[in-house]
């Protein structure tokens, strides 16, 4: 029988990582305590380090970020319709379409 996958909410894994950080529960303790994976308690871990100061960053600088995340992503775009549009031209130009 497949089991189906869980969903936890972002309070939930707030939560547990905090029960992590503070030390008084080991993540093998926490993992088997509210029957959840160590690997999952530990990357939770790892993205409230890394995203931590966004939590504080004021409205302006999350905006900033957001805008920045949106650029690269248009950035990555052009450049992948570039490297097609050449591909297209070269197929043309091949079969002197």
Not at 9 to 37: C, D, F, N
């Amino acid at each position: 029988m497949v089991k189906k996958r869980r969903r936890h909410s972002a309070a939930y894994k707030l939560r547990i990582v905090l029960e992590a950080v503070e030390g008084s529960k080991t993540i093998g303790q926490l993992a088997r305590e509210h029957e959840i994976h160590a690997n999952l308690i530990g990357a939770w871990k790892r993205q409230l380090l890394e995203d931590g100061p966004s939590v504080f960053a004021s409205k302006s600088e999350r905006k900033q970020r957001e805008q920045e995340a949106q650029e690269a992503r248009l950035h990555e775009q052009i450049g992948r319709l570039k490297v097609e549009l050449e591909w297209l031209k070269e197929q043309v130009a091949r079969f002197g379409l």
